[in-house]
Each structure stands twice: as C-alpha cells, then as structure tokens.
C-alpha cells in the first residue's frame, strides 16, 4: 500500500482497492481490527468519490466495513464520519439497514442508549413501521403483535425435533431485521421500557 501514489490506472486502483477489501475481511475475521482497519483506510484512499456511480459494492463495503473497524477499535470519531456519506449513497433499505445496525452497536458502546433508540426507531420507519409515542399505543402494538404469533401458529403441531432441519433464513434484509429487533429488545429494557422491549421479542416470531 505504499505504493498507492504510482498507482496512476484506474483498473488498477480498483483491482488493489478490492484487495485491500478482501484482506481487511480475513484481518477482522482474525479478531486484527487494527490491520483490518488499516486495509480498509488503504483501499478507501484507493477510490475516488466519482466512483460511487460505476463502483457502488465496492465503494459501500470498504467504507462500511472501515465504520466497522473503527467501531471495533473504539476510533468513534472515524466510525461517525462516514455514516451521513454511507446513508447518503446507499441504494437499497438492506443496504441503509445494514449502516444504521453499526451506528446503534456504536451508541450502544458509548451508553448512549437515547440516541441509539432514535435510529433503531428511524431504521423502523424506513421499512414501514411507526412506533407508538405513548405507552398505551405501545401497548396495542404489543397486543396485535401476540394476536398475530396466536394466529400464525394456529393449531400447528411444532416438531421440535425436526426445528433444526429447517432450511436457513438467506434473505440479508430479514436477517438484519432481526438484528434490528434483537437490538431493540436489549436497548428498550436497558433503558426500562418492558413494553417495547416485548414488542421487539415478539416481532421477531412472526
């Protein structure tokens, strides 16, 4: 990567961007998030902001994952720069979802749990649904939530021994909403809010 002013190409930038992409990855999979992070700086300084258009995976990636990584050694600062820019060039909800999971990790680490509800909230009405401003609203979404597990159950004979053969969930925007929920539920019951932590639990069944 010292090289990386001679690089005059632009194939070849990219082709050493990508590089840099894929060592990053075995880096972080290695617990190395200073070497991860250091890859993935090194493949972000490899692009440039015109390529958004023509490079979007490889754009989005190296700048999520080095949020990731900066996360991952506590460099908050880096990790919070590149979120407006992640959110801004995005293409998908999976994708947006997918920035806003590392934000909430991040408030979450810091204890900021008020302003890590606000996203987990924003991530919700982005895929559709409105939390309630009041308890008593919460309650009802809770209450049609359960309806809604009753319902979907039915009178179903659940083979408990058979539950592992079921095939796995490869959809990347329902896995990270179930993310999303799995956050909700620990951020609303460490802030004391048992209502909506169950709602989330409960979301996640259906």
Known sequence: DQGIALLDDEAERIAVARLN?????????????????????AGVDL??????????????DLHKELAEAALLVVDFETASSLYPLLLQQAQSDTDKLAVYLVQVHQLSRQGKLVEALAVETLALKMLGIDLPDTEAGMQTLLEAELNAVQKNLGNQNIDIVHLADAPV????????????LSSIVITAFSMARPTLSAWASTKTSN
């Open 21 to 41: 992409l894929l060592a990053g990855q075995a880096a972080k999979h290695a617990t190395a998030y200073e070497t991860a992070a250091t890859y993935f700086k």
């Open 47 to 60: 692009m440039s902001e015109g390529m958004w258009r023509a490079e979007y995976r490889l754009m989005f």
């Open 169 to 180: 969930n490869n959809d990347e925007k329902q896995r990270a909403m179930m993310e999303l």
